[in-house]
C-alpha cells in the first residue's frame, strides 16, 4: 500500500487484518500464548495472524492518527493491539531520520507508548519486544532513565520486561551499565518470562563486553534462576558454561 493510499481510520485497520483470519492458527496462538485460566496471557483473543502479515498491513497505515492507534490498542483481539505497536515504531522510526529528525514527535510517540504500558494494554510478551526496544529504549538513549527502574519495580510482569527489553538500545551504543544494573535489580524476580528476559540480555551484554558478563556471573550467578543463567551462559565456553550452571 502506498503512501497516498493509507487508510486513516481503526476500523480499516482492523478490516485488512481480520481479512487474514485464520482460525485454525489462532487455536494453536492462544495455546502458545498461554491465555487459559491463571496463565500470563489469560484471556487474550487471537485470531490467528502471522508477524510478517500484521507487518506488511502495519507498515500501509504508519500515518493512522494517535486516536485511532488508540482506538487499536483498546481492542481485545491480541493482533489489533500488536499492529498499533508496529504503526507507533514506524511512525518512531521516521521521526528519527537523521536529515529530517523529528524530537516533538518522538517525544510524544515515545509518551504516548508509556501511557499504553502503565494503562496496562501492552499485556504480552511478544507485544513488549516489539515495541519496548524502539519506543522507550532508543528515546531513553541520551535521557535520564529513572522511569525503566519505576517500571522494574512494578507489580506488573509487562512493565518489569518493558523495563529490562528496552535497555537493549543502550547496548547497541555500547552501554552496559543500566542493563546491569536492571538485571539485578530483577534477578529475584518470580517470573519466568522475566528470568528470561534477563538472562537474554545478560547474553546481549557479553557480545558488548564478555568481561563485564563474567564479573556479574561471578558476583551473582549462585543466586540467579535457572533459566536466566541458562540463557545468559548461552554462549560461552563450554566449560565455562558448565562452570557457571553448577552453581
Same mark, same amino acid.
Given at each position: 500500500?502506498? $503512501?497516498?493510499a =493509507?487508510a486513516h481510520?481503526?476500523?480499516? @485497520?482492523r478490516?485488512?487484518l481480520?481479512?487474514?483470519?485464520?482460525?485454525?492458527?489462532?487455536?494453536?496462538?492462544? #495455546?502458545y500464548? =498461554?491465555t487459559g *485460566? +491463571? =496463565?500470563?496471557?489469560?484471556?487474550d /483473543?487471537f485470531?490467528g &495472524?502471522?508477524? *510478517?502479515?500484521?507487518?506488511q498491513v !502495519?507498515?500501509?497505515? @504508519?500515518?493512522?492518527?494517535l486516536p485511532?492507534?488508540e482506538?487499536?490498542? %483498546?481492542?481485545?483481539?491480541?493482533?489489533?493491539?500488536?499492529?498499533a505497536?508496529?504503526? &507507533? @515504531?514506524? #511512525?518512531?522510526r #521516521?521521526? +528519527?531520520? !537523521?536529515?529530517?529528525?523529528?524530537?516533538?514527535? %518522538?517525544?510524544?510517540l515515545s509518551?504516548?507508548?508509556?501511557a499504553? /504500558?502503565?494503562?496496562?494494554?501492552v499485556?504480552?510478551? $511478544?507485544? /513488549?519486544? @516489539?515495541? !519496548? *526496544?524502539?519506543?522507550? +529504549?532508543?528515546? &531513553?538513549v541520551?535521557?535520564p532513565?529513572?522511569?525503566?527502574f519505576?517500571?522494574?519495580?512494578?507489580?506488573?510482569?509487562?512493565q518489569?520486561?518493558?523495563?529490562?527489553?528496552?535497555?537493549?538500545?543502550?547496548?547497541a551504543?555500547?552501554d552496559?551499565?543500566?542493563?546491569?544494573?536492571l !538485571?539485578e535489580?530483577l &534477578?529475584g524476580?518470580?517470573e519466568?518470562?522475566?528470568?528470561?528476559?534477563?538472562?537474554?540480555m545478560?547474553?546481549?551484554?557479553g557480545?558488548?563486553?564478555?568481561?563485564l558478563?563474567?564479573?556479574?556471573l $561471578?558476583?551473582?550467578?549462585?543466586?540467579?534462576?535457572r533459566?536466566a543463567?541458562?540463557?545468559?551462559?548461552e554462549?560461552?565456553e *563450554?566449560? /565455562?558454561?558448565?562452570?557457571?550452571?553448577?552453581?
Amino acid at each position: 500500500m502506498t $503512501d497516498s493510499a =493509507q487508510a486513516h481510520t481503526a476500523v480499516e @485497520v482492523r478490516a485488512a487484518l481480520d481479512a487474514l483470519a485464520d482460525p485454525e492458527r489462532a487455536i494453536l496462538v492462544a #495455546r502458545y500464548f =498461554q491465555t487459559g *485460566p +491463571g =496463565q500470563y496471557g489469560e484471556g487474550d /483473543v487471537f485470531i490467528g &495472524l502471522r508477524l *510478517p502479515d500484521i507487518r506488511q498491513v !502495519a507498515a500501509g497505515f @504508519v500515518a493512522l492518527p494517535l486516536p485511532e492507534v488508540e482506538e487499536l490498542l %483498546r481492542s481485545e483481539v491480541h493482533e489489533h493491539r500488536l499492529a498499533a505497536l508496529l504503526i &507507533l @515504531v514506524g #511512525r518512531f522510526r #521516521r521521526a +528519527g531520520r !537523521a536529515r529530517t529528525r523529528d524530537e516533538a514527535e %518522538r517525544t510524544r510517540l515515545s509518551e504516548f507508548y508509556l501511557a499504553a /504500558v502503565r494503562r496496562g494494554v501492552v499485556n504480552n510478551w $511478544d507485544l /513488549v519486544d @516489539v515495541s !519496548a *526496544p524502539t519506543l522507550l +529504549g532508543e528515546y &531513553l538513549v541520551d535521557r535520564p532513565r529513572d522511569v525503566l527502574f519505576e517500571l522494574a519495580g512494578s507489580d506488573s510482569l509487562w512493565q518489569r520486561r518493558v523495563a529490562m527489553l528496552a535497555s537493549s538500545a543502550f547496548l547497541a551504543h555500547g552501554d552496559t551499565a543500566t542493563t546491569l544494573a536492571l !538485571a539485578e535489580k530483577l &534477578l529475584g524476580d518470580k517470573e519466568s518470562l522475566i528470568h528470561k528476559a534477563v538472562g537474554w540480555m545478560l547474553r546481549e551484554v557479553g557480545k558488548v563486553d564478555p568481561a563485564l558478563l563474567l564479573a556479574f556471573l $561471578d558476583a551473582n550467578a549462585g543466586r540467579m534462576a535457572r533459566t536466566a543463567l541458562s540463557y545468559a551462559t548461552e554462549h560461552l565456553e *563450554p566449560d /565455562v558454561r558448565a562452570r557457571y550452571r553448577a552453581r
